[in-house]
């Protein structure tokens, strides 16, 4: 099966899609990764679903990559006496660390490391912003603050601190748990949540040892103030909207999104754009307008995959979702403008061979009648070369290794195909040639490009470029034994 677009759909799996028949729907729809949101369900829910979409990649015979999407820490206030009270704009309100339920004067906020912190000045927003308050004084265990905007103040409501770097690690016991479960299971990434600085990152690598690449949602201030630090440290990169929409001001975020995908293009880093894409097809079998264009802005942008959330978890119409997703990366794609906003935004930064081959290969392919670049890989980097250059010709990322190629179920216009190792370069191109037949990219009149490495089967050996149409005869006369 192949796709005829190129960004990659991440789609969340939840109670509307646990079951073999609908997540192989969702796969035959569009979707390239699945995503298992560490924040809801047991372990046993999400081993469930990991073994249904391993069952759907063997009926299917393409590698499928399996997110894991780690909680972070949750800053919550306590209990009220009466569940609720109501805040107005002037009024006066503590929070503390006393155990006893609230009024309409304080609450309880058991989270000491947020005191230690603040200082008189700061904001805090409760309930997703939706209240946000002015802290007048604090100290080790209180905050005397003033409501700026008001709003109804209720049992167990989420805290953001927008203005300070907290004392937290990314990781909290429950994350750590997750991730060696996830680790054991064998999802392929790992999206850390709570991300402030590079060393969170480095900790949760640490604890992954390998096993799955690590994920950075920038989701706080402090993580877009440190983005080239993190960025260097992992993996990938999520651009989680909804918690940076909360913490800075709205109209600040399309602009962070675009610096965003764009350096993570310029390293080579797959990047995912996230957060109420098609909020309304939760309860619509259509989107609107506006979320169209939201995903297709992303599109533009070059990022490598967009995602569901509670569209494919929780909602309705869960299929048609990727399916809209579907149609529009397909028209966004297809529209002369894409390719111009593409190629104006290529940045060469080139300092290895593998960068040289792959951008020859790119050139190569967009001046000649090339119909796809085949990129034999070991460890998924030169593949993640190929697609930086966003070429106009598909990709075919071809490993013996199927773990790499599931990783790079989440780079941008990858199509993956598991090979057998290589013992001499005639067995690449004929390798290259049958994939580039099988998944329809070219018939046998018809050329490729291949690139691969010598030594065969080691990482970082990329050195070779070459032509070849995709009749094994001519591959053969060409290179005898």
Known sequence: MRRHRNVKIVATL???????????????AGADVFRLNMSHGSHEDHKARYDIIRKVEADTGRPIAVLGDLQGPKLRVGQFTAGAHDLEEGDRFRFDLEDKPGDSARVQLPHPEIF???????????????????VDACGADHADCTVIVGGTISDRKGVNVPDVVLPLAALSDKDREDLEFACQLGVDWLALSFVQRPEDMKEARELAKGRAAVLAKIEKPAAVRAFQEILAVSDGIMVARG????????????????????????????????????????????????????????????????????????????????????????????????REVIEASRKADRK??????????REIAETTDIKAICAHTQSGTTVSLVARERPRTPIIAMSPITRVLRRLCLTWGTHCVVTDPLSRFREAVIGAARAARDFGFADETQQIVITAGVPFNTTGTTNILRVATCDERLIYRADPE
């Open 116 to 134: 230690a912190a603040l200082e008189p000045g700061a904001s805090l927003l409760v309930n997703d912003g939706k209240i946000r308050l002015r």
């Open 352 to 361: 290895t061979v593998a960068d040289g081959i792959v951008a020859a290969a």
């Open 14 to 28: 939840g109670p509307a899609s646990s079951d073999y028949d609908t997540i192989r729907a969702l796969f035959d």
């Open 243 to 338: 918690d940076l929409g909360v913490e800075l001001p709205v109209q600040s975020v399309p602009p962070i999104q675009k610096r965003l995908v764009r350096a993570c293009r310029t390293a080579a880093k797959p990047v995912i754009v996230a957060t109420q894409m098609l909020e309304s097809m939760i309860e619509s079998p259509v989107p609107t307008r506006a979320e169209v264009s939201d995903v297709a802005n992303a599109i533009y942008e070059g990022a490598d995959a967009v995602m569901l959330s509670a569209e494919s978890a929780a909602g309705q119409y869960p299929v048609e979702a990727v399916q809209t997703m579907d149609h529009v990366a397909r028209s966004v794609e297809s529209d002369p403008t894409y």
